[in-house]
């Protein structure tokens, strides 16, 4: 099956490191991707992993991925008010379409 | 930097018409797609299209929907009788190849009354 999860909502204080996690049901997924979604504005992608990978790092960003577990997280170290925003993960697999299948959405509040 | 267009920013329309939405995929992308997302909600895919033809469609995408690729450039997406339900962000996407980044548009809101 087909579904991804994240908790709804996490609140962090700048300057501190923020995590958000993501789970997934499908493991013949072969990319996981971040994307995020500022308020009224489009899907910008943040970041992706290859299922191969366990980690990832992108200057303030870090991604791992368990995959037994089927567990996805995003570490944003020194966590900026202009990080407030939702954030979800996806997934697409080597199949002929390639479309994406999104979590729920993690709401990063940022609060000084 | 490339970029998915999307337009209009934002539609309102009275239940039962018919509206287009439109998109401009970046230029040298081959695999298409649309994607909803009704407010508060995740986003869902509804169809992917490639060399002119739907390659796959979700439950979402039923008769009331269609896609088209009129002039090689525009990617648009038509709903015949829209209905309340049909509120929502719809977002276009590109990708070059399969495995590739998707490249999405800044969505067109519309809104059903």
């Known amino acids: 099956g087909e579904d991804v999860e994240q908790s709804l909502f996490l609140s962090v204080r700048e300057g501190d490191s923020s995590v958000i996690n993501c789970t997934y049901t499908d493991s013949s997924s072969t990319y996981l991707y971040w994307y995020k979604q500022e308020p009224g504005a489009g899907l910008q992608l943040l970041t992706y992993?290859?299922?191969?990978?366990d980690m990832k790092q992108d200057q303030r960003l870090t991604v791992l991925l368990n995959k037994k577990d089927k567990h996805l997280s995003l570490r944003i170290a020194d966590t900026q008010t202009g990080d407030s925003a939702i954030y979800f993960c996806?997934?697409?697999?080597?199949?002929?379409?390639?479309?994406?299948?999104f979590g729920t959405g993690t709401r990063l509040q940022v609060f000084p | 930097e490339p970029e998915v267009t999307q337009t209009p920013s934002h539609q309102v329309t009275q239940m039962g018409q018919e509206v287009i939405l439109r998109c401009v995929p970046i230029?040298?992308?081959?695999?298409f797609y649309w994607y909803r997302q009704i407010l508060g909600q995740k986003v869902e895919f509804l169809v992917s299209?490639?060399?002119?033809?739907?390659?796959?469609k979700s439950e979402i995408f039923d008769d009331q929907f269609s896609v088209e690729r009129p002039d090689g450039s525009n990617f648009t997406l038509k709903i015949r009788s829209t209905k309340l339900e049909d509120s929502a962000m719809y977002f276009c996407a590109s990708t070059g190849g399969l495995n590739t980044e998707a490249f999405f548009g800044q969505g067109t809101r519309l809104t059903v009354v």
């Open positions: 299209f490639y060399n002119n033809e739907i390659s796959e």
């Open positions: 992993i290859f299922s191969n990978m």
């Open positions: 996806a997934e697409s697999k080597r199949d002929n379409t390639d479309k994406l299948i």
């Open positions: 230029s040298n992308h081959l695999y």
